[in-house]
């Protein structure tokens, strides 16, 4: 544990504080002289010793430690200004930009800056006319005492300043103007930095501590043993990094092997990225895995390194943090945490993510700047990774679509594996094509650029993906569909090998997000009349698309090539077309079709045994409702049809939910809260079949991955792909889920059906 001198300051006395008075002149009360337990339990300490509380308490009274003194600056001395400005001469020249008419300027204003040090602008400015060498020195920069046209908010006009693995990006005209006021660059930075507490203020606590907590602590022996470690970070390279392509994986092995060659000097942000490994790591697993590997029970680990992981954070001061792999960190432990959170707590925390994000100046491509092409390329899949965690949480929380998402200009990552990319390169690597490391990732970030171009921005805010329902609104969206889907054919899919186990789940990906897509592009929710003006062909393609989503849902459950990635998978559930089958089986004729939809919702109820069990979950039990109104219509049609092969008894799933409702039958439907993220409790353990058992490598029939279909065929669907967090293509619509939770909602009508509509509360 960090310790440090006791302060020395003036007397604070007080007339209704008699005891703070008697103490010595060179003590300073602050925050810190506080006993741990008064801090903890966040009461007044008297600062006795001991003090009354731990008196009270029986307890023993440890003052807590200060925070270590601030860091004076050194002066710059005369030879250091000389020396920084011939470094920043020589550095015009290379960049080709002349300075014989501006000496006078730049030895008067120009700030310098330290060899390890960079401060840029953006080069849309002046562009043109120069020349770019190779390496490091490649971009041009801008002095930053020089005059710069139209600045203000539009993209690219601000500065971003760098040192020793920190950054932060200025885009407001007061901090412009101070240029010349700056004695160096690194003011910039210093003034924001971890290191430097001058706007500490004793009498609140550090400002992290609003989100995660404020007491320091060292975790030394919360670090399992090497081997441990190394197991673990093995989990997480097979089970998690595919998927999440944060960092530079060999970059990130050789922290951790620093790290544990000296346990007790582990840098703070590595030692917040290790925990968050270990807690994804863990998570992928399932509980019998889990035990036999490690000896200890699932939640016991999730337990244990989850609050390690948040302990890290606030020891990195994340909130004000410039490093990038904080953010990694943090980013790591949102997506982890992702279920556990109510959707309000979490869009508030994904939101943070964006502001530091915003800070560091990764909301801006790197290319655009004097940063190296490794630099660029990590800061890339940060910010993209960010944008989809936020995308995910504003869904869940009802928010609307967010401001920002329009304004910033990070270019997608490279379709490059890591082994392409090493943090001494000079020269970004060339684009490979086909699968690399990056498939899955890319096909994400393909489908959001795709639907961030199409999207036009009214002045509410809506896009053309939540506009009102139109002909020219619908042949858009199509195009649009159209237009991705033969690109990542093109692109990805086509390399595709279906035994390799990250490509099977990209094929899977590709197709499910196009079929969401199309869903969405149609649903009947759009409608003014809510479905009742769409042909009957229109309601046959929604409904054909959500029975694929329940299939491609139910094969990425039972294929053992994925089983690795489960974790994933289980997070999402495609509500809308669960529900959407549902409406519609209320009133469809008995057909081979809607067999094979039961056989689907038989499957679902199979895989997520939650759904049955979580009696508590209003959106569950309102789900049963409709599940067994659905049910009713189908035994009543076959009763009266007569016709054998429609003859149908009821499963297990079916028996449970009546036998629920027989032990309930006045159950009121009122809480809203838990349908903001019904999934969030969903554990990945061992399936426990209420319906039938089947072998693991089971493959329902029709639901064959590959080989891509054409582009005018549908394309089977789930919404593990989307991760939920594209933007506005399924809005949450609070209306459509209060009215389910009341029990009152209709079925999709269409012109050739009776409009019905059934109190099924």
């Keep these: 544990m960090e310790t440090s001198p006791q302060p020395s300051g003036a007397t604070v006395a007080s007339a209704s504080t008699p005891a703070l008075s008697q103490l010595p002149v060179q003590q300073k009360i602050t925050r810190g002289h506080s006993c741990i337990l008064c801090q903890q339990r966040k009461v007044k300490c008297d600062r006795q010793k001991p003090c009354s509380n731990c008196i009270r308490a029986h307890a023993e009274c440890i003052p807590?430690?200060?925070?270590?003194?601030?860091?004076?600056?050194?002066?710059?001395?005369?030879?250091?200004?000389?020396?920084?400005?011939?470094?920043?001469?020589?550095?015009?020249?290379?960049?080709?930009?002349?300075?014989?008419?501006?000496?006078?300027?730049?030895?008067?204003g120009g700030s310098g800056a330290e060899d390890v040090e960079e401060s840029t602008s953006s080069r849309q400015d002046n562009a043109s006319g120069q020349t770019a060498n190779s390496g490091s020195e490649s971009q041009p920069l801008h002095s930053m005492t020089g005059p710069h046209k139209h600045r203000g908010s539009r993209p690219g006009a601000g500065q971003l300043f760098s040192k020793h693995g920190q950054s932060r990006y200025i885009e407001n005209t007061i901090w412009e103007n101070l240029n010349n006021e700056l004695q160096d660059p690194k003011d910039v930075i210093q003034a924001s930095s971890e290191e430097d507490d001058n706007f500490d203020n004793p009498a609140y606590p550090e400002p992290s501590s609003l989100l995660l907590g404020h007491t320091y602590m060292n975790l030394n022996s919360f670090h399992p043993q090497p081997v441990t470690i190394f197991r673990l970070w093995q989990l997480f390279l097979t089970n998690v990094n595919p998927l999440v392509k944060l960092f530079h994986a060999p970059s990130v092995q050789e922290m951790i092997l620093e790290a544990t060659s000296d346990m007790n000097n582990i840098p703070k942000p590595t030692e917040a990225l290790m925990f968050v490994i270990y807690l994804l790591a863990i998570g992928s697993l399932k509980d019998d895995e889990c035990e036999a590997m490690f000896n200890e029970p699932r939640a016991v680990l999730i337990s244990r390194y989850s609050h390690a992981a948040q302990q890290a954070l606030i020891n990195t001061k994340f909130l004000k943090s410039l490093n990038l792999t904080s953010l990694q960190a943090f980013v790591l432990f949102l997506l982890a945490s992702r279920r556990n959170y109510d959707a309000h707590s979490f869009w508030v925390l994904t939101g943070s993510a964006t502001r530091i994000g915003q800070r560091l100046g990764i909301h801006r491509d790197g290319s655009s700047y004097s940063l190296s092409p490794f630099d660029t390329e990590m800061r890339r899949r940060v910010w993209w990774q960010i944008v989809f965690l936020d995308g995910f949480a504003a869904k869940l929380s009802g928010a609307g679509f967010p401001a920002w998402l329009a304004k910033f200009d990070t270019k997608l990552p490279l379709n490059v594996s890591d082994s392409d990319l090493t943090p001494d390169m000079i020269e970004t690597p060339p684009e490979r094509e086909g699968a690399t490391e990056m498939l899955f990732c890319c096909i994400r970030y393909e489908v959001a650029q795709a639907i961030r171009k199409a999207n036009t921005y009214s002045q509410r805010g809506n896009t053309q993906w939540d506009m009102a329902i139109s002909a020219q609104v619908i042949a858009e969206k199509d195009k649009t569909i159209d237009e991705l889907e033969a690109k990542l054919q093109s692109k990805y899919l086509k390399y595709c090998d279906p035994s390799i186990p990250l490509h099977l789940l990209a094929t899977f990906i590709a197709r499910s997000v196009i079929c969401t897509m199309r869903l969405m592009a149609h649903h009947p929710r759009q409608y003014p009349d809510k479905g009742a003006s769409m042909s009957q062909k229109e309601k046959d393609m929604v409904f054909d698309n959500s029975l694929k989503m329940l299939e491609y849902d139910a094969m990425a459950h039972s294929n053992k090539l994925v089983q690795r990635y489960l974790w994933h998978i289980h997070v999402h559930f495609q509500l809308d077309a669960f529900i959407y089958l549902l409406s519609e089986l209320r009133y469809r004729e008995p057909s081979d079709l809607v067999t094979k939809a039961w056989e689907q919702i038989e499957m679902a109820y199979d895989y997520r045994s939650d759904m049955l069990m979580e009696t508590k979950s209003s959106l569950y039990y309102a789900l049963g409702n409709l599940v067994l109104k659905a049910w009713a219509k189908r035994e009543e049609t076959a009763g009266d049809s007569g016709q054998s092969p429609y003859q149908v008894t009821p499963p297990r799933f079916i028996s449970l939910l009546r036998s629920q409702r027989q032990k309930e039958p006045q159950r009121s439907i009122e809480r809203l809260g838990d349908i903001e993220n019904p999934f969030r409790n969903m554990s990945h353990s061992p399936v426990v079949s209420y319906v039938r058992q089947k072998p693991p490598d089971h493959i329902p029939q029709q639901a064959q991955p590959l080989p891509m279909p054409p582009p005018q065929e549908n394309w089977l669907n789930a919404d593990f792909a989307l991760d939920n967090s594209m933007p506005d293509i399924t809005p949450m619509d609070w209306e459509y889920w209060q009215t389910l939770l009341d029990g009152d909602l209709p079925a999709y009508t269409g012109a050739n059906h009776t409009v019905y509509g059934q109190n099924w509360g």
Excluded: F, M, T, W
């Design 64 to 108: 807590s430690q200060p925070s270590a003194p601030r860091r004076r600056r050194r002066k710059l001395s005369e030879l250091d200004v000389a020396a920084r400005l011939r470094k920043y001469e020589h550095l015009l020249r290379v960049n080709g930009i002349k300075i014989e008419d501006d000496g006078v300027a730049a030895a008067s």
